[in-house]
């Protein structure tokens, strides 16, 4: 007799594809999501209407319109809190390092480096990415790189990551804890982690990680995390377009 419970029949393991791959893109899906421009109205009105506030919202269109630009305009903040959305969101840890800098009204949950074998996906920016930053700090412009730049730009990181990530392998092999070996790796690997937020925490976001003609103080956000932030704007301007109107109109200020 043992007290040692006998181990369950193991699933073998699927073949892992340890050659390096290389992308220039984001993955952003929204995977839930509670989130409508009649949550903001709901919450505005419950001070003056109470329980009738739903009912009395689905009146009249125009006043609901007007009642969301003036909360905007206003900075009367708190009714663009109600709602919820989920993202799913795949980009190089870098990106993260930045996202996770926005602390207030969001939730994260990253995959773990201890816990799981890295997978090598590297970013590789692609022809479309402005390589040379000219100007003065708070104030960059980005022009784009000449064919050798971005060939060399190419060339480097992918022979850094494919050394990077042999060094990861040879160590895990020889039966180093993944917390230890992950030190090699570098910032152009991908992560992924599920990020929720509210409409005015996004909207803050928003107005920090994207350029836009609208935008009434402007800001230099790192490209990479504003690709992330287009494409959680186009998804959150589908669900709330009153909400999204007023932000543009009002200056992409968050309430
Ligand atoms: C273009 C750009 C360049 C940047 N460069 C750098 C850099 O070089 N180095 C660097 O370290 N960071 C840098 N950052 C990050 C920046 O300083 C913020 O940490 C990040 O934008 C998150 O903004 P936030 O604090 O307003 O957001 P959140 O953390 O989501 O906070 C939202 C709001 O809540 C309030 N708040 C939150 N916490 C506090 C608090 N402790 N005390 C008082 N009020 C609070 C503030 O009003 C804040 O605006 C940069 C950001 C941008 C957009």
Not at 17 to 44: C, G, I, M, N
Not at 103 to 131: C, H, I, T
Request: proline share 7%; aromatic share 10%; hydrophobic share 40%.
């Amino acid at each position: 007799m043992t007290d040692t419970p006998a181990a369950a029949p193991q699933e073998p393991e699927a073949p892992q594809d340890l050659r390096p791959s290389f992308r220039s893109d984001v993955t952003v899906e929204l995977v839930k999501h509670s989130a409508a421009d009649s949550d903001v109205l709901w919450a505005a009105r419950v001070s003056t209407a109470g329980e009738q506030s739903l009912d009395e919202l689905r009146k009249d269109p125009e006043r609901s319109k007007g009642l969301i630009n003036y909360l905007m305009r206003d900075r009367h903040g708190s009714p663009f809190e109600h709602n919820s959305m989920t993202f799913f969101i795949s980009a190089p840890i870098f990106v993260f390092r930045e996202f996770m800098r926005h602390r207030v009204g969001w939730s994260y949950n990253e995959e773990s480096g201890r816990y799981r074998e890295l997978q090598p996906v590297f970013y590789v920016p692609d022809a479309s990415r402005k390589l040379v930053q000219e100007g003065r700090p708070g104030k960059y412009v980005f022009a784009p790189g000449t064919e050798e730049q971005h060939k060399l730009v190419s060339r480097s990181m992918e022979d850094a990551y494919v050394r990077a990530y042999e060094a990861y392998q040879e160590m895990l092999a020889a039966g180093v804890a993944r917390e230890v070996a992950r030190s090699v790796l570098p910032v152009g690997l991908y992560s992924s982690m599920y990020a929720t937020c509210n409409a005015r925490s996004l909207m803050h976001f928003l107005g920090l990680r994207t350029q836009h003609e609208l935008a009434k103080v402007p800001s230099f956000p790192q490209r990479e995390i504003e690709m992330v932030g287009e494409r959680m704007e186009a998804e959150w301007a589908g669900l709330m377009p009153l909400t999204y109107a007023a932000f543009n109109k009002n200056g992409r200020v968050a309430p």
